[in-house]
């Protein structure tokens, strides 16, 4: 597993010299942090987990989970995979998107939530189901932010580098030493390079999957449906 939000401070300050903690201050340390992991996630759709819900004979769409980033593989009934269709793609397939059947599509609407950051997804089928069944997701999340000094990046060792040097370059933006900041920059982007490598080259590290607090797991871009049976 990744560094501990613990070891994430203590590097961080002992690349910023300040072992004492008497210049930055612990909560901008931690806000930086989950900034790279939601870059991170937002970036690679490296954190993957499932997630259900039941259809409503006559219902057309349905809340996703509120951490919610991007679609992995839809299954309808444990029987079949869907296909995601635009709406562009629906609009030209039928004239009524309310017309019931069994679901072969799904697409997404999503609208802006509570807050400017916060976006509300929903899935739709179609055709809409005419009964009740079970649909079954894969799907790319944003990761429980790191809050306990326990609390691990959920990444395989020595795939967090980044994160320090992130931090760190965040850091000296904010008081503005620009020189310093450039050199973080500079360590980030390296690091940046070797975790997009290893994320997208190896067709095994879904086997050496770690896992967060919200109970999700760390698997892989390209993965593929025979990695999923469908019960």
């Given at each position: ?65 509120t951490d919610f980033i991007d ?18 793609e629906l609009a030209a397939r ?138």
């Amino acid at each position: 597993m990744g560094l501990t939000l613990s070891e994430v401070h203590t590097r961080v300050r002992s690349l910023l010299n300040d072992q004492g903690q008497q210049v930055f201050q612990s909560p901008e340390i931690t806000q930086f942090s989950n900034d790279w992991m939601r870059e991170v996630a937002a970036t690679y759709n490296c954190f993957q987990k499932a997630g259900s819900f039941a259809t409503v004979a006559g219902t057309r769409t349905y809340s996703m989970a509120t951490d919610f980033i991007d679609i992995g593989m839809v299954s309808y009934n444990y029987t079949r995979w869907l296909s995601e269709i635009t709406w562009n793609e629906l609009a030209a397939r039928t004239n009524d998107p309310t017309t019931q059947g069994t679901p072969d599509t799904y697409y997404f609407e999503r609208t802006p939530g509570g807050t400017s950051s916060q976006v509300s997804t929903v899935m739709g089928l179609y055709p809409v189901p005419s009964e009740a069944s079970q649909v079954k997701y894969f799907y790319y999340y944003s990761p429980t932010a790191l809050v306990n000094w326990t609390d691990r990046i959920p990444l395989p060792d020595g795939n967090d580098e980044s994160a320090v040097y992130y931090v760190c370059e965040k850091m000296k933006l904010k008081d503005r030493e620009f020189g310093e900041a450039e050199k973080f920059r500079v360590l980030k982007d390296v690091e940046f390079k070797r975790l997009a490598s290893t994320l997208t080259s190896s067709p095994n590290l879904h086997r050496r999957m770690g896992s967060d607090r919200g109970g999700g797991t760390v698997l892989w871009p390209g993965l593929n449906r025979s990695k999923f049976s469908i019960p």
